[in-house]
């Protein structure tokens, strides 16, 4: 048994996390006023973080 999540379900973690990427992306082009960016570049941020960590374990795991 390995730890963590299946190669499969690893890849829709990644998927999902794009997505999630795209959708904030598109939002912050919608947004006026300094807080809602901010908030917008924090959530991008912690996204693109999510996205990283996912895509190293994958390699990783070869």
């Known amino acids: 048994m390995t730890d963590g999540p299946d190669t499969d ?4 973690r990644i998927a999902i996390a794009r ?6 992306t ?9 807080a809602d960016e901010e908030r917008a570049a924090d959530r991008i941020a912690e ?5 990283d960590a996912l895509l ?4 990783q795991r070869g």
Not at 9 to 12: K, P
């Open 9 to 12: 379900d690893l890849d829709d």
């Open 19 to 24: 997505d999630n990427l795209r959708q904030l």
């Open 26 to 34: 598109e939002q912050a082009a919608a947004y006026s006023g300094a």
């Open 47 to 51: 996204q693109q973080a999510l996205l």
């Open 56 to 59: 190293k374990e994958r390699e």
